[in-house]
């Protein structure tokens, strides 16, 4: 298992909230844009990557207990997303990439997509 | 890439403690005068290692084991203390946070630090060991308290009495309030969670409370009601609104198929998933609804045994539903 620092480190994503909580492992990944899709499907403790980057992010994250979202293309939670997030101790990370190029290293770092559901 | 602080409770504590929380009040103190073999007795009395010295209120130094050590390898064990004491004296302000203690220990490398008040008078001393004891309280007692609301409330249903005892929790929910959205359910996974409930429990009565309040956020005219009724064996979330209907029930419920325009679906919403969730986290799931009336989501879980912890089992023993 790898934690959250490490995977900020090595895929060079920058955290943006909760970063208390970055030694947190994950189990393995997600990524859909579609809210439900990843309520039904993001595994407990593993790391979603999305481009969505508003407030139901961070509810979707704390009601799964995701161990952390990544968001991408470079969009930025605003000011009360952030704030929401930290007090849900949700870890919001972003990145420039793209949800592509960021899974693919994910992937390299050996975190697994879990066939089926949670 | 910035290195990322950590911190732990006990860091946080360092930052809150006032300093008076953890230093010692009834400080022993000797005077200028004071011989070196009367502190010799004043230190072996107490147990201490160190004392300031004080001429009436004013501190004039500080002295410890080593000067009476130094006194007594060159024979000068019957000096003044004022004459072999330390003049520089390190003190800290009592309503000072602990971690302002702990950088002066480290940068002076002394045994003791005197703490004073707003008039500079001395009301403490602090040793590192004073910060570590009033550390471990300061972690024991939020750990009490919070052990003892956890406590009260998770045991609710055995404490009330009555034939059927259930806590109903009800939250209005705004039309079009996507900011807001999963307030309310936040809300229901704490309460749950302070009850006892066991981790999968709350994930499933969670997510369903999620997708039925984003129903209402996304398509009640003027959003509506979230209901959850909490009893030891059974939970029913329910979700009430006043229109505008739903014309094809069976539509709706069938995966994939969502009424939601365009914006709300590139919020990532309106995936036609939401239903599908609820009745594959749920035990059971009921929808009524009537154009121009209103629409009434029921859904169940079961709590096999209890809601109480051990309830681990209730996940296998949910019946499948697709």
Do not use: N, T, V
């Given at each position: 298992m790898i934690s959250l620092k490490e995977i900020t480190e090595k895929v060079n994503i920058k955290p943006v909230s909760s970063?208390?909580?970055?030694?947190r492992m994950v189990v393995g990944g997600y990524a859909s844009d579609l809210l439900s899709c990843a309520l039904r499907s993001?595994?407990?403790?593993s790391i979603w990557v999305t481009l969505q980057c508003h407030q139901n992010v961070v509810a979707v994250a704390s009601l799964s207990g995701l161990a952390g979202v990544i968001i991408t293309e470079g969009n930025e939670p605003d000011q009360e997303t952030l704030t929401r997030a930290e007090n849900e101790g949700v870890v919001l990370m972003v990145t420039p990439k793209t949800t592509f190029t960021v899974v693919g290293e994910l992937t390299r770092l050996g975190i697994q997509g879990e066939h089926g559901t949670k | 890439m910035e290195q990322v602080p950590k911190f732990t409770k006990l860091q946080e504590l360092i930052y809150e403690l006032p300093i008076e929380r953890v230093m010692k009040k009834n400080v022993i103190k000797v005077s200028p005068n004071t011989s070196m073999s009367e502190l010799k007795e004043v230190l072996r009395v107490n147990r201490i290692s160190g004392v300031p010295v004080l001429d009436g209120d004013q501190l004039v130094g500080i002295i410890s084991i080593e000067d009476l050590l130094k006194a007594l390898v060159e024979g000068d064990?019957?000096?003044?203390v004022k004459k072999r004491m330390t003049t520089q004296t390190i003190t800290v302000h009592e309503?000072?946070?602990v971690v302002e203690a702990v950088k002066k220990f480290a940068q002076h490398k002394v045994g003791r630090l005197l703490v004073v008040n707003e008039q500079g008078k001395v009301t403490g001393i602090l040793t590192g060991g004073d910060i570590t004891r009033g550390l471990l309280e300061a972690i024991s007692l939020d750990y009490h308290a919070e052990e003892i609301s956890r406590y009260r409330a998770k045991h609710i249903f055995e404490d009330i009495l009555s034939d059927r005892t259930s806590l109903i929790l009800r939250y209005k929910v705004k039309a079009k309030d996507f900011k807001s959205g999963g307030r309310a359910s936040s809300k229901i996974r704490r309460a749950l969670d302070r009850l006892g409930a066991s981790p999968d429990v709350i994930r499933r009565i969670a997510i369903s409370a999620y997708e039925a309040e984003m129903n209402l956020i996304i398509h009640a005219d003027e959003g509506g009601e979230l209901i959850a009724e909490m009893q030891p064996d059974v939970i029913r979330i329910t979700a009430i609104d006043?229109?505008?209907?739903?014309?094809?029930v069976e539509q709706a419920l069938s995966s994939g198929y969502s009424t939601a325009p365009n914006w709300i679906r590139e919020l990532?919403?309106?995936?036609?998933m939401g239903l599908s969730n609820i009745q594959r986290c749920s035990d059971s799931m009921k929808l009524e609804s009537k154009v121009g009336v209103g629409s009434k989501l029921k859904i169940v879980f079961q709590l096999k045994p209890e809601?109480?912890?051990?309830?681990?089992?209730s996940g296998e023993q949910r019946k499948e539903t697709t």
């Open positions: 970063i208390r909580s970055l030694d993001a595994k407990k403790d | 064990i019957l000096a003044p309503s000072e946070s006043h229109g505008p209907g739903i014309p094809d990532g919403f309106g995936a036609g809601l109480i912890e051990g309830s681990d089992q």
